[in-house]
């Protein structure tokens, strides 16, 4: 008996159920009904028409419009962040090499909101542990002399275990990566980040979050990632108002051997 009644029960749901589906569909079909765009000419836009940019010959090239920070040359688009004195990192045969008794270097140009690409070599003879193996770093806007700023973190974790919040890809110490997409120590890696800077109203108060978005090695690791403030190595991160900021390079200052840069530049947003 029991087992009837709930048969039946089970017979009016599957029919209830079934009726609301049937209604929803004919109301769907109704709303459709009532569109009375019938040329499709009516949603077509023709303007602005986006600027034509010629892209690089190879993925990560230059493309046409962009601020070239470093192409193997020279050290011109780049000044000592202590002292604002030329900036005394190492170029040799193309490349850039961190020069830990010279400290951090920055753009000498400030940026709000940008597009950039980077490359670095992590060598094949690193040496070291932890947070102390390959440490160098991205300030995506420098807002101080030292390790100031909203810092994309650059490590070996190729097989290097730390806390996930400051392995490379990382926001450090706000956003874990979405992947760890390390290339082995030797070989050439690439960054590429679109960088929204955080705006703030004229009583110095956050008007709107910076965001971020990066890809390592071409494997997304962050997503839009919102920043609670600049990094802190203790502490919180807390937002200060500042405005178009340089992009800075760490000199960490690791025992073991300094890593390498090549092929940077940014297109300003
Ligand atoms: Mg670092």
């Not at 499709?40 to 023709?46: C, I, K, L, P, S």
């Not at 940026?111 to 542990?129: A, C, V």
Request: hydrophobic share 35%; charged share 15%; glycine share 8%.
């Amino acid at each position: 008996m029991n087992m009837t009644l709930n048969a039946c029960s089970s017979l009016k749901r599957t029919f209830v159920l079934s009726a609301i589906g049937i209604l929803s569909g004919i109301s769907a079909a109704r709303a459709q009904q009532t569109d009375t765009i019938t040329d499709h000419r009516t949603t077509e836009v023709y303007s602005p028409v986006p600027p034509v940019v010629t892209p690089g010959a190879q993925c990560g090239d230059a493309p046409s419009d962009a601020v070239i920070l470093f192409d193997g040359k020279n050290l011109d688009k780049w000044a000592s962040v202590s002292d604002g004195s030329p900036a005394k990192w190492i170029v040799d045969n193309g490349i850039l090499t961190v020069n830990k008794k010279a400290g951090n270097i920055q753009t000498k140009e400030s940026f709000t909101n940008y597009q950039l690409h980077l490359e670095y070599r992590i060598p094949s003879n690193i040496t070291g542990s932890d947070q102390g193996r390959g440490n160098s770093g991205i300030f995506l806007a420098s807002v101080g002399k030292g390790d100031e700023g909203y810092e994309l973190q650059v490590l070996d974790n190729y097989n290097n275990k730390t806390y996930v919040n400051g392995q490379v890809g990382s926001i450090y110490k706000q956003a874990i990566p979405l992947a760890n997409a390390c290339r082995k120590p030797g070989e050439w890696q690439t960054y590429d980040v679109i960088w929204t800077a955080p705006v703030f109203h004229t009583d110095g108060s956050l008007a709107s979050p910076a965001r971020v978005t990066v890809l390592h090695n071409g494997v997304l690791v962050q997503n839009n990632f919102e920043l609670k403030g600049v990094t802190r190595y203790i502490g919180k991160p807390y937002y200060k108002a500042h405005g178009p900021s340089p992009i800075k390079l760490q000199a960490h200052g690791d025992p073991s051997e300094p890593i390498s840069f090549r092929n940077i530049w940014v297109r300003p947003l």
